[in-house]
Each structure stands twice: as structure tokens, then as C-alpha cells.
């Protein structure tokens, strides 16, 4: 069980990491943080998270990274999604409020989410006068996959073949409804995804909803402002969707 000084421990890196690339060594914590603790004591408590399979050390560098496990801890106990600006819940909405239809709507949606996260934006909405069940998908920016090949190595090739097959991403937002999910690195269903995180939720009425989106990028991705860009166009299509149809 994670002690809350090294839930704190464990913020500290994952949201250096995020931002820089480099492994976190115990000095750069305890001079980026108000935490008060010496780079001993924070190096005791790093070796406790690397037991606990939080953190690792990737080959022979003096500091740390997170782990699949590290995120998730990170995720489900420390990640709050932070609320929009004002200034930028009107931005969202001017541009979207440029879209003439439905199917304009979900490209500039995509191009949004995509722009915000700088991850690769997919999503799902249901084609209009057609049977039930019918839906198409729009996705944008999988070239930000490509400023990521550090991040993702020799695995860049098979995810991009992945987001090639429709019925990949189609089936990866099926479960979505109105609670984010995030999936992280191995949790992932489809083996050649494995490298990456998924955040997801559904759009349009709570209990059934018409449509899904979500952010597809490197498991070192910013959880709290990739699940803030989310939520809220999600929201925002959800609305159109509900006006649409009264």
C-alpha cells in the first residue's frame, strides 16, 4: 500500500517525466517540488515504488520512469481532470461552432482533440437516415504519432497499421459511455497497441450513448489534460447531437 508522501513521490515523476523525457533523479525532485524532503529520503522512498513495480530504471541512467502500473496508480488515485478556462470553452466552441453538419462537426472535433493533446483523435458518430447501428469514424493526427517515435520505438510501424483497420478502432470505442476510461499500455487489447494509452468516453444521452471519442498516443501522455480535452468535447457534441434531434 503507497504511503501518500509516495503517491507524492510518484506525481513528482510521472508529471517531470511527461514533461521533459528524461529520467527523474531524487535531486531534481527535491528541487522542483515544495515537498520538503532531503534526496535521500526521497531515494529510499523511490526504491519502495520500484519494488512495488511503480517506477523503473531504463538501462543504466541514475534515474526513473513510470511503469504501465506507475500510470495507472497515477490515473485512478492522483490525476483530476482539470476544468477548462472560460477563454478556452469558447475557443472550443467557436471553432466548432463553424461546422455546417453533422459530418463537419466530427472532422473539426477530431482536428481539435487531436490539436489540444497532440495524440491521435478518433471518433465515432452515427450516420444520419440510416439504420440503427450504422456509424462512421473520423480521425486525426497521426502524424503526431510520428513526433513520438522516441516514446514508441520500433512499435510506431505496427500501431499505424492498427489505426489503418477501421474495425480495430471501431471495436476499442464500443464500450465507451459517459465515465472516461483510460487504458494504459498493456491493458490494451490489440497487441500492437500495447505502447500506448487510450482515453475514451461516450457521447449524447448517459444511458445510451449515439457515439464515442477518444485520444490514442504514448503511455508518457499528459492523463489530466488529455481526459480535460476529452470530457469537454464530448461534451459539446453530445449537445449538438441532442439539439440536433429536438
Known amino acids: 500500500m503507497q504511503s501518500q508522501r509516495r503517491l507524492e513521490i510518484l506525481r513528482a515523476i510521472v508529471d517531470e517525466y511527461v514533461a521533459t523525457q528524461e529520467p527523474v533523479g531524487s535531486k531534481a525532485i527535491a528541487d522542483k517540488t515544495s515537498l520538503g524532503l532531503s534526496p535521500a529520503t526521497i531515494r529510499n522512498e523511490m526504491a ?14 541514475a534515474g526513473r520512469i513510470p511503469t504501465d502500473l506507475g500510470y495507472r496508480v497515477f490515473v485512478d488515485k492522483l490525476a483530476t481532470v482539470k476544468p477548462m478556462s472560460s477563454a478556452e470553452r469558447r475557443a472550443i466552441e467557436t471553432f466548432l461552432d463553424e461546422a455546417n453538419n453533422l459530418e463537419q462537426l466530427m472532422k473539426r472535433s477530431a482536428k481539435l482533440l487531436a490539436d489540444l493533446t497532440k495524440q491521435v483523435a478518433v471518433i465515432t458518430y452515427p450516420i444520419i ?15 503526431n504519432l510520428a513526433r513520438s517515435g522516441e516514446d514508441l520505438g520500433t512499435s510506431l510501424s505496427p500501431i499505424l497499421e492498427a489505426l489503418e483497420e477501421q474495425v480495430v478502432l471501431l471495436r476499442l470505442l464500443s464500450d465507451a459511455n459517459d465515465t472516461i476510461k483510460v487504458r494504459i499500455g ?18 449524447g444521452a448517459s444511458e445510451s450513448p449515439v457515439g464515442a471519442l477518444g485520444i490514442l498516443g504514448p503511455t508518457r501522455m499528459d492523463y489530466a489534460g488529455s481526459m480535460a480535452a476529452v470530457s469537454a468535447v464530448a461534451r459539446y457534441v453530445g449537445r449538438y447531437i441532442s439539439e440536433g434531434q429536438q
Open 48 to 61: 519502495v515504488l520500484e519494488d512495488e513495480g511503480l517506477i523503473t530504471h531504463p538501462h543504466t541512467s
Open 129 to 143: 437516415g440510416e439504420g440503427s447501428g450504422s456509424e462512421k469514424m473520423t480521425i486525426s493526427g497521426t502524424a
Open 186 to 203: 498493456g491493458e490494451q487489447s490489440e497487441s500492437n497497441l500495447r505502447q500506448t494509452s487510450l482515453v475514451t468516453v461516450g457521447y
